[in-house]
């Protein structure tokens, strides 16, 4: 299983950027999915996440209401919307999923996976 993440780039305060994360290979099932953000020398931190039993979704304070997450169940992919975004948004941002493979023997495991950073840059 891979994640690809994207949709980075360079934007303007007040500004929008749609980030995309596509999960491939031999899924079974993705459980929750989310988004993370990393500043220069700090801990990866919660953005997003959505649990995909019931749709919920969960938001830092710093980005409710400005961040949206959603998901495109038939193409296993799932989105951050993010709009009047701000200098202090500029950070890598990461995807990541619990994601339910099957065994041989039809056995379920649930592992975490990461895509790779997508880095975000607002300018004032």
């Known amino acids: 299983v891979q994640l690809q993440a994207s949709g980075g780039g360079q934007v303007q305060a007040g500004g929008s950027l749609r980030l995309s994360c596509a999960a491939s290979?031999?899924?079974?099932?993705?459980?929750?999915m989310g988004w993370y953000r990393q500043y220069p020398g700090k801990q990866r931190e919660l953005v997003a996440t959505?649990?995909?039993?019931?749709?919920?979704?969960r938001y830092v304070d710093s980005v409710s209401g400005r961040f949206t997450i959603s998901e495109d169940n038939y193409k296993n992919t799932w989105y951050l919307q993010m709009t009047s975004l701000k200098p202090e948004d500029t950070a890598d941002y990461y995807c990541?999923?619990?994601?339910?493979?099957?065994?041989?023997?039809?056995?379920?495991?649930?592992?975490?996976?990461w895509g790779q950073g997508t880095l975000v840059t607002v300018s004032s």
């Open positions: 990541r999923a619990f994601i339910s493979v099957l065994t041989d023997s039809n056995a379920q495991i649930v592992s975490e996976y």
């Open positions: 290979g031999n899924i079974y099932k993705i459980n929750n």
């Open positions: 959505m649990a995909k039993n019931d749709g919920s979704t």
